[in-house]
């Protein structure tokens, strides 16, 4: 067992990892599946982070899977699991607790919201629905009728059209990744009780998971509390694709496809290469900046939404820059996330101003998110299937310097852009 | 600063815990002629969250020059705040109103001189105060442009017609001028009838420190009401109206005491069951002493009658519904909600805050999460007979 403690946020964080099976579970013998040999690398990730003032528990337990792992044919099987034992498990818990599963590309995220007085409890409920229960058929019919209800009222919806596309983009040739999380209306009706109760089976595996707690809790009985996600069975490593590709440069060659479309708005994606061995935090930083430029105050009339991300995509992490604009300056915002690149890789004659204004509002978002008992049990969960230990976000956010910044922009892989939406020759801009 | 300000009550951090005991201030102080004082200290936190709210009522004729000038202070200060990434919200309250700024404890002192910002004297040259009340006016007409908009005004002049809304009225907006929303602030914005609640890892000195400052109104002499004139007729929206629109109001205790809303969850979850072809709902709205409870619905032709009848009985259904079980599980229900409201910085002082403002009591809410826990199905059903003989009030809107 790998036991020790570390500063996050400044409060204590312990990081506990479990690898084999624990002493002592209760086996489910309908539950076990034969399973050659247990794989080497598996492990339970634990994190725990003490908030004495804290007026709930917030536990998330993450799968590094997610629909990437959907049968073929069977698109939404991974949604459907989620949303079943979401169900399920508010069902079970009452009024006085609450739960989410949320299903990803390449994560399945799990989160329980408890008063301290009843968390333990209310986990062992908890991790009970997630991995023991059986699926119940209600729950199942009645997520998939209205998913089917709400993918039919958004059939033909261009935003659909352009997701399914950016997710192309971003897969680069990993179809299994690139289907859309929620299946489609072709795959839902296909779908099974039994696809789910096999999916859960296979792929919700208690060997290769990561667990935080966030609350008034004691440390040492968190990590025991939280072992209960344990139940006996062993099983290869499934880990996602998205882990697999983590340390890799997602291409080398970049492209350009333009999908003319006959609607009111323009729709465009770029996704640049993260350097190998770059530093999360600073890449985080990277996309604060770049949403930060391509959203000036006051707003630039033409455009709907720009956002940008760090994304753990399968071959490999990219920077995502996505935008809605008019289709009349559609050209002119290509050139000019290209030019927000460039010019950030070229640094910033004024950055003896901007980059101390630009660190402490990364900094203050980071810790307002992190003050959320829920955003920092994901973040410390993603943080330790990403790279087995629990970031310090705020002490390195303070290390962050703007030759950092400058060389991070500078080493970014060519990018790979998709335009979607009226094909208007040169723009029209007014 | 410290020694003139009386300690209520502190320095009982050490016997403080999780849960429900997290909403049991570490101090409570009264300044000398200023702010009274309520502190979380919460040494492992980055996060420092502050809340001033200033204690105030409107006279009838200025209704909505309190949002007028909640508008302008927020418009004020909000750039400032976003240059350390803190976030700064301003929000009329039914006691008065409510300013907060959240953000990293590195920039404590910058976020209490934006707290001191947002209470000072307002600077109200014409186009500020036009824009200001040009915000507040729109939301005023859209609202009068709807049906439920138009419904719960009704409902709200019959059941409580000395009360003006918060927003006002497209009518004593247009009376309001910047003198009126300065005098306003002349006589409201005063030390001695604000509330301070902070929570982050901070200790009383600097916080008196920061706030010792507060507001420069404290020699405007003893507060005045305002000029009384006339108060303003309501706004007589006419919505274009496709269906029938039916609701009722009652009077539901005071906002100290949980079994309103416990009675308005389940009355909530009795009309969903079996609402078909017509939509419902079941609103708690709060003033500064009392609640209104209210049961608004809308359907076309020929589920009308349905409707409506089911808004007159649910009362009588909820009443049925009423079991030990059911009871305990909806207080249970709202208790979580409000430790889950209280566990960001910024939630707690907000849930602290407002049960500070509406019952003067520093630990208001940890009293309300306790008095939860003393709803029985026998007191909800002696309080749904109070509510029952308080009304009920009706209005309807028809095509």
């Known amino acids: ?430 | 600063m410290l020694r003139l300000a009386l300690l209520i009550a502190g320095a009982v951090l050490a016997g403080n815990q999780g849960g429900e005991e997290a909403l049991r201030p570490d101090s409570i102080l009264r300044l000398p002629e200023g702010p009274q004082l309520v502190l979380f200290s919460n040494p492992g936190a980055t996060v420092t969250a502050l809340r001033v709210s200033v204690l105030l009522e409107e006279d009838a004729h200025e209704a909505g020059a309190a949002r007028v000038l909640q508008a302008h202070a927020l418009q004020r200060v909000r750039s400032a705040a976003s240059s350390v990434g803190a976030v700064v919200t301003a929000t009329r309250t039914p006691w008065g109103i409510a300013y907060t700024v959240v953000g990293p404890q590195t920039h404590f002192e910058y976020m209490a001189w934006i707290l001191r910002q947002t209470v000072s004297e307002p600077n109200l040259d014409r186009v500020q105060f036009l824009r200001a009340r040009a915000e507040v006016s729109d939301e005023v007409e859209r609202e009068a442009e709807t049906p439920p908009g138009v419904l719960a005004e009704r409902l709200w002049s019959q059941i409580t017609p000395s009360e003006s809304r918060l927003d006002g009225s497209h009518a004593s907006l247009q009376q309001i001028t910047p003198g009126s929303v300065r005098d306003l602030w002349a006589r409201t914005h005063r030390p001695d009838r604000m509330n301070v609640v902070a929570a982050g890892p901070v200790t009383v000195d600097p916080i008196i420190a920061a706030l010792k400052d507060l507001v420069g109104s404290a020699d405007a002499g003893p507060p005045k009401r305002a000029d009384a004139r006339a108060m303003p007729p309501p706004d007589r929206g006419r919505p274009q109206v496709l269906r029938r629109w039916y609701g009722e109001a009652f009077l539901a205790g005071d906002p100290a005491d949980p079994h309103a809303e416990v009675l308005a969850l389940m009355a909530g979850r009795s009309l969903r069951q079996g609402s078909q072809g017509y939509e419902a709902g079941v609103e708690l709205w709060e003033l500064d002493r009392t609640r209104i409870l209210a049961v608004t619905g809308a359907a076309y032709g020929r589920n009308a009658s349905a409707m409506t009848a089911r808004i007159r009985g649910l009362l009588d259904e909820t009443r049925s519904a009423i079991t030990p079980e059911a009871a305990a599980g909806a207080a249970a229900g709202i208790r979580f909600q409000l430790l889950a409201d209280a566990r960001t910085p910024d939630g707690l002082i907000d849930l602290v805050g407002r049960h500070l403002d509406a019952t003067g009591t520093p630990s208001g809410a940890l009293d309300y999460l306790r008095r939860l826990d003393q709803v029985t199905a026998a007191s909800l059903e002696t309080f749904l007979t109070t509510v029952e003989g308080s009304g009920p009030v009706s209005a309807e809107l028809r095509p």
């Not at chain 1, 990081?15 to 099976?21: D, E, H, L």
């Not at chain 1, 983009?169 to 859309?180: F, H, N, T």
């Not at chain 1, 935090?281 to 900046?289: K, M, P, Y």
């Not at chain 1, 050209?331 to 950055?351: F, K, S």
């Open chain 1, 1 to 430: 067992m790998k036991r020790f403690v570390l500063s996050t946020l400044g409060l204590t964080a312990m990081v506990v990892s479990v690898p084999g099976p624990l002493v002592g579970q209760e086996v489910d013998s309908a539950a076990v599946e034969p399973t050659p040999e247990p794989a080497p690398d598996t492990a339970v990730w634990i994190a725990v982070a003490p908030r004495p003032r804290g007026t709930v528990v917030a536990t998330t337990v993450t799968f590094p899977v997610g629909s990437d792992h959907d049968p073929t044919g069977r698109g939404g099987t991974a949604w459907l699991v989620g949303r079943t034992l979401e169900g399920m498990a508010q069902e079970a818990l009452g009024e006085a607790a609450a739960a989410s599963v949320q299903v990803l590309r390449g994560r399945v995220y799990a989160t329980l919201l408890a008063p301290p007085t009843t968390w333990e409890s209310d986990f062992q409920t908890f991790a009970t629905v997630l991995m023991r229960r059986e699926l119940a058929a209600g729950h199942f019919e009645a997520e998939r009728s209205r998913l089917v209800g709400r993918l039919t009222f958004e059939a033909g919806a261009p935003v659909r059209e352009f997701e399914v596309e950016a997710a192309r983009l971003y897969a680069s040739g990993e179809q299994d990744w690139a289907r859309p999380p929620e299946g489609d209306l072709e795959s839902l009706p296909a779908v099974t009780l039994d696809d789910l109760t096999q999916f859960r089976r296979r792929l919700l595996n208690a060997d290769d998971v990561a667990v935080a707690v966030v609350g008034p809790v004691d440390p040492d009985a968190a990590v025991g509390v939280t072992s209960a996600i344990r139940d006996g069975r062993r099983r290869a490593s499934a880990s996602s694709s998205a882990e697999r590709g983590a340390s890799a440069v997602a291409w080398t060659t970049g492209d350009r496809l333009a999908l003319p479309r006959d609607i009111t708005n323009t729709s465009l994606a770029f996704a640049y290469p993260l350097p190998a061995g770059h530093d999360r935090t600073a890449a985080e930083f990277l996309a604060h900046v770049l949403q930060e430029k391509l959203n000036p105050v006051p707003p630039d009339p033409g455009v709907y939404r720009a956002e940008t991300q760090v994304m753990d995509a399968p071959t490999g992490p990219l920077l995502v820059i996505e935008v809605a604009v008019f289709p009349e300056v559609g050209n002119r915002w290509e050139q000019q996330i290209a030019t927000a690149i460039r010019e950030t890789a070229g640094g910033d004659p004024y950055e003896d101003v901007f980059f101390p204004w630009q660190q402490r509002r990364f900094r203050s978002a980071a810790m307002q998110r992190d003050a959320t008992p829920e955003g920092l049990s994901r973040r410390l969960t993603n943080d330790l299937l990403r790279g087995g230990s629990a970031r310090d976000v705020d002490a390195e956010i303070r290390t962050l310097t703007a030759e950092g910044l400058v060389t991070l922009a500078a080493t970014l892989g060519q990018p790979r852009v998709l335009f979607f939406g009226p094909d208007l020759g040169a723009d029209r801009d007014p």
